[in-house]
């Protein structure tokens, strides 16, 4: 079925650490979207990113659509960044966002 | 410009009673999308909004209702409320359909007892 799977499930970094997250999604899609989510609940957007790649401070993120997945790279971690970060998708013809089930991360100092 | 809203931040209910929860949408978006977010997992589509026009239902039962009004803001209800339905409730706004970029409120967490 169309689904979206993010990797890992959880990562535990090291301060100053570098790390990629990945997000498969299974069909083609106008719209993806990765986001952090506060301890609060709230969905900070971080990437509107259906293609290309993109670049703000530590954080970068690339789509290959053609190949169907999105990677978001964050540099330099900071404990600040720790918390799950979702990437979502809408498929083509659609205008639901459709999640993945997140990757847990945590920096440690 | 103000962002989305959503009122209340914390809510606790009875099994068997209603529910009202209410988003405004960010300025000049006419989209509204609502989702539910259980522990641990990620948000799941219920249903979205377009100029006060429901536009596509996820696999929710049909004591989950909205309405859009005519400012485009939204309110999502739930009847006969269930355990299950203790969750945190999202709204997103848009500035239209398709795959144009969503902008999510911080949310409504429900707790049903």
Redesign the interface.
């Known amino acids: 079925g169309i689904q979206v799977e993010q990797s890992p499930p959880d990562l535990i970094l090291q301060e100053g650490a570098n790390s990629t997250l990945r997000c498969n999604f299974s069909d083609s899609?106008?719209?993806l979207?990765w986001?952090h989510q506060n301890p609060?609940?709230?969905?900070i957007?971080l990437f509107?990113i259906?293609s290309g790649t993109k670049q703000n401070g530590r954080l970068s993120a690339t789509t290959v659509a053609t190949e169907r997945y999105s990677l978001l790279y964050i540099s330099s971690s900071q404990t600040t960044d720790s918390g799950v970060y979702?990437c979502?998708v809408?498929f083509y013809g659609?205008?639901?966002?459709?999640?993945?089930?997140?990757t847990q991360l945590t920096v440690n100092p | 410009e103000t962002g989305v809203t959503q009122s209340p931040t914390h809510l606790i209910k009875t099994r068997g009673q209603q529910v009202t929860l209410r988003c405004s949408s960010q300025s000049g978006h006419n989209t509204v999308s609502w989702y539910q977010q259980a522990l641990g997992q990620g948000p799941q589509f219920i249903f979205q909004y377009y100029r006060e026009e429901e536009n596509g239902r996820g696999n929710f039962p049909p004591r989950f209702s909205g309405l859009q009004f005519p400012n485009y803001s939204s309110e999502l209800n739930v009847n006969a409320l269930e355990l299950d339905d203790s969750a945190l409730y999202l709204c997103a706004s848009s500035l239209s359909l398709g795959g144009n970029e969503q902008y999510f409120g911080p949310g409504t967490r429900l707790t049903v007892t």
Do not use: C, I
Not at chain 1, 40 to 43: D, H, M, T, V, Y
């Open positions: 899609v106008n719209n979207q986001f609060w609940g709230q969905l957007n509107y259906p979702f979502a809408v659609g205008s639901r966002l459709t999640f993945g089930e997140g």
